[in-house]
């Protein structure tokens, strides 16, 4: 292979400072063309036609780069007399007898296909597979308000309640008032027992209501689909009902699932207090598609979740809704020792003693405990760069963080404890009242 001589390495570099200079680039593809590189001079030729599509200068550089005979109309032939006593447009087109005939046509695509690794193309066609024309936004910007959203749904996952640490008394509430029937399909319908359901988990945040509500899906076998009030609400009107009817849609299409409702009190806040016309219709339409029709929801577990109870809208706690309420308290002690093992499993301790950690942890959320995991290794971390000794997380650490660390449950339970003493009408919180006594918070 032939190298490049210093004249077409100068030529090189004044191209590439001036990269849209086409007589410049076609100079360059001359030098290389009678240096016996044709493919460097096929490709500068490219470049230039891109630069200057109609140039003929350019076509005909490249045909012959290729190998190919140039068009007759770009060959050199003999140059017609002008008559200065008649005007041009009425001179007849000169002959040229010894011409041969223009070719048959040439194949650019080819062309393009022999150099599309050396120059790319400058733009992006659609490809063999998008055959449908794409939807045109509308004026919003928002695109075809008829367009259905997409939902997520995960399938049948390996966590199940197993899988929760401790617990044992929510547990138990769970396998008697929801799995049981649900596990028992032909008792079911035996009894007459419609094969849906739907639970309301309440309590402080960060004590695993959605890891419960996972490990249920587990349980059962079934789909899982979280859907929070960001999924819901939009700002058009009619939207939000329609995506709230789109997610149940979903939901018992992909049946058995376990549909669970994040933060419900959002997604269904007391309409007396709404001052919005278009959220109490998104509540409107939640009651409906819990209702269903014609047993539209079998095989469709509705489990919702908040953490202030009393501004649930009280229609959704209706029966055949969310009849069945569970407290969901910060974890106990076998709790706080499977979540203390996980958040340190793979971090360096030693001389940790679980069992001691554990007491001094009491009333602590599940994030509070991750917290903790993660305070104790900055301080390990901070005094490795301070001794430049690296050292392992040890209980010093651990304990430290622990007496740093408040119970984030502590303002919920302050909350709650008013509204369970003043408004428990029909001893809905009952279990909450029984926590109170046992903590001595009354």
């Not at 029709?293 to 469709?300: K, L, R, T, Y």
């Not at 577990?301 to 029966?319: G, K, M, Q, Y």
Request: charged share 25%; aromatic share 4%.
């Amino acid at each position: 292979m032939s190298t490049e001589s210093p004249l077409i390495q100068s030529m090189r570099t004044a191209v590439a400072a001036a990269p849209t200079d086409v007589p410049l680039r076609l100079h360059l593809a001359e030098l290389l063309l009678g240096e016996g590189l044709g493919e460097a001079a096929v490709a500068e030729a490219a470049v230039a036609l891109q630069h200057a599509p109609g140039d003929m200068g350019a076509r005909a550089l490249m045909m012959r780069a290729m190998g190919l005979p140039a068009p007759a109309a770009e060959r050199p032939g003999p140059e017609p007399t002008p008559a200065p006593e008649r005007p041009r447009a009425q001179e007849p087109a000169p002959e040229v007898p010894d011409a041969p005939a223009p070719p048959t046509g040439f194949d650019w695509a080819a062309a393009e296909n022999e150099v599309a690794d050396a120059v790319p193309p400058r733009f992006v066609t659609p490809g063999p597979t998008s055959t449908a024309p794409e939807a045109p936004l509308a004026a919003d910007g928002g695109g075809d308000p008829g367009d259905a959203m997409a939902w997520e749904v995960d399938t049948p996952g390996t966590v199940t309640l197993a899988d929760v640490g401790g617990m044992e008394e929510i547990k138990e509430r769970l396998e008697a008032a929801f799995l049981a029937p649900m596990r028992n399909p032909e008792l079911g319908r035996l009894y007459g027992k419609s094969l849906r359901g739907g639970l309301l988990m309440y309590g402080p945040p960060g004590c695993g209501k959605t890891f419960i509500a996972r490990a249920v899906a587990g349980e059962l076998g079934a789909s899982f689909m979280s859907v929070s009030i960001n999924d819901v609400l939009d700002m058009w009107m009619g939207n939000s009902e329609r995506n709230m009817h789109e997610v149940f849609e979903t939901a018992r299409r992909q049946a058995p699932c376990v549909l669970f409702l994040d933060e419900v009190d959002a997604l269904g806040a007391k309409r007396s207090r709404m001052q919005h016309g278009g959220m109490r219709n998104t509540v409107n339409q939640l009651l409906t598609e819990l209702d269903g029709v014609d047993g539209a929801n079998e095989g469709v577990f509705v489990l919702a979740a908040t953490n202030v109870p009393w501004d649930v809208d009280i229609a959704l706690r209706r029966p055949g809704r969310l009849d069945r309420t569970l407290l969901v308290l910060p974890p106990d002690a076998p709790a706080r020792e499977a979540i203390l093992r996980y958040h340190l499993r793979d971090r360096p301790i030693e001389s940790v003693d679980l069992g001691k950690l554990v007491k001094v942890t009491e009333d602590l959320s599940g994030a509070d405990l991750a917290h903790l995991c993660e305070s104790a290794s900055g301080r390990a971390l901070l005094d490795s760069t301070r001794t430049g000794v690296v050292r392992m997380i040890n209980m010093k650490d651990l304990l430290g963080a622990a007496k740093e660390i408040r119970p984030s449950t502590d303002p919920w339970f302050a909350s709650a404890r008013n509204v369970a003493m003043f408004a428990n009408e029909g001893g809905v919180y009952d279990e909450l009242l029984a926590h109170l006594k046992r903590k001595r918070k009354l």
